[in-house]
């Protein structure tokens, strides 16, 4: 992806994006992988001032974000949104019918693919969808993929569809975290990245964009 002079790059989803922003104040970008993405770029890119938001917000399942959408997304009229979404669906779901529910995916990605069609009619130009990811720490995660691996595939559908950056988050972590331990990444819940974690996730995200 090439940026362009005054992008404004959009970084939206749960509590991986949030990462502790003050959500008064609107350019406060948390102490997570946002943060660190923006103050790179803005390091390398310095004449394109370039400008960034996070509409992070722990907890949120897909249907949480687009609930807020209008508000926390087009009307910041971003020229780049990044999305991270869709751990909180399988987790919030453990134990329940919903959980591996044909029909529950179908909504997902129903509902995934009309917030990405507002996105092209609002004229953004460019979309970077990020895999929802778990790893296999503590044991109990491993049930998970069941449910978390057709919303991947889901993710990656969407991303060959609307032409999308695809950054394959759960297998370059997974990989990451096999030779350097799980817990390096993310802590004790397999989900929530450590400051490593969201310095891994950071150099993730400059590769894939900045390499496109």
Same mark, same amino acid.
């Given at each position: ?25 609107? $350019? ?16 390398? /890119? ?10 992070? $917000? ?12 209008? *508000? ?21 779901? $453990? ?38 990811? $778990? ?6 995660? *491993? ?8 919303? %991947? ?6 991303? /060959? ?5 695809? %950054? ?9 975290? %096999? ?21 891994? %996730? ?11």
């Amino acid at each position: 992806m090439k940026l362009n002079p005054k992008d404004h790059i959009l970084f939206i989803g749960d509590s991986v994006t949030d990462v502790g922003r003050d959500r008064t104040n609107a $350019v406060d970008l948390g102490h997570g992988y946002p943060l660190m993405v923006a103050t790179t770029l803005k390091e390398r /890119y310095d004449e394109l001032e370039l400008t960034f938001s996070n509409r992070g $917000v722990g907890g949120d399942k897909l249907n949480d974000m687009a609930t807020r959408w209008d *508000e926390d997304c087009l009307s910041l009229n971003p020229t780049v949104v990044s999305i991270l979404i869709g751990i909180n669906d399988t987790w919030h779901t $453990v134990g329940q019918n919903q959980f591996g529910n044909q029909e529950n995916l179908q909504h997902f990605e129903q509902q995934y693919r009309t917030l990405l069609t507002t996105l092209v009619e609002n004229s953004v130009r460019q979309i970077i969808l990020m895999e929802p990811f $778990v790893l296999p720490y503590p044991t109990d995660r *491993e049930m998970w993929r069941s449910d978390l691996d057709p919303r %991947i595939q889901v993710v990656r559908k969407l991303a /060959y569809e609307f032409q999308a950056d695809l %950054i394959p988050l759960d297998g370059l972590l997974n990989a990451i975290g %096999i030779k350097q331990g799980f817990t390096f990444l993310t802590g004790e819940d397999g989900v929530h990245p450590t400051k490593e974690g969201h310095e891994m %996730i950071a150099e993730i995200w400059l590769e894939a964009v900045e390499n496109d």
